[in-house]
């Protein structure tokens, strides 16, 4: 790996990175209040409402209603569709850019001229984006941990929500591991990212289809999404290992794959 490199890939991305970081935080604060001012029964006669409550079950992968508790409504921050949002918006456009995007703009020949080899670019480019995922879920996770001190919630398993920390840290991980294969796949930024949006719209679409359409169960197992459950995680306080398995195997795979063909391949040149 080249030290050169992570520094240059940190740099170019770490005000947004830090930037989503502190958004998420704030995010995660804000829900947790947000949840402390509301009236439960009325909401929670609200969520048995039976499409609210499909479509809350296709989310967090449990029935709400039945799991009722402050673990399991804040671990509903850990699916929320405003948090995915940031995190895939940040993954995206930062793992587009570490390879596709010094192609797409003609400065990968300056890269290339490094005394390192091509392996070792993907492999500085893969660790920035690890560690960048696990800053991620660490601002969350700050996030619900200041929430909750901050309205005074008290029997909150911060153990559990560890748990379910880590089970959403595969999850990203997998995006990221897409999002830097792709990028050495390809020759153009707007491909890299559009074939990696493209998925993940499947993968949420699919999950929420699958709580109204029960023949789409049958094809549930190919969008990253059906193995992201985090309510069964925060209700039993225990990991899902056939699901964690499931992510970070086909990560392992999608990046295996992207670094032989971006060890292989013809880079054009500027």
Known sequence: MSKHLMYKAWRDYAFFGFGTMLLLCLFVIVFVNAVHATDMEQYMSVMKTPWIRNLMRAMVGADIVENFDTTGLVSFAFAHPVMWTMVIAFILLSTSGLIAGEVDRGTFDFVATLPVSRTQIYLSYSLVTAVWSLMLVAALYLGAWLGMKQVGYEGVNYTTLVLVSMHLLAAIWFVG????????????RVAAGAICFVYILYSFTLNVVEAFWPAAQKVGWTGFMHY???LPVARDGELDPYSLAVLVGAASVIWIVGLLRFTNRDIPSA
């Not at 591991?177 to 153009?188: D, E, K």
């Open 228 to 230: 992201y459950q985090p």
């Open 177 to 188: 591991a897409m999002g830097i294969a792709l990028s050495g796949m390809c020759n153009r």
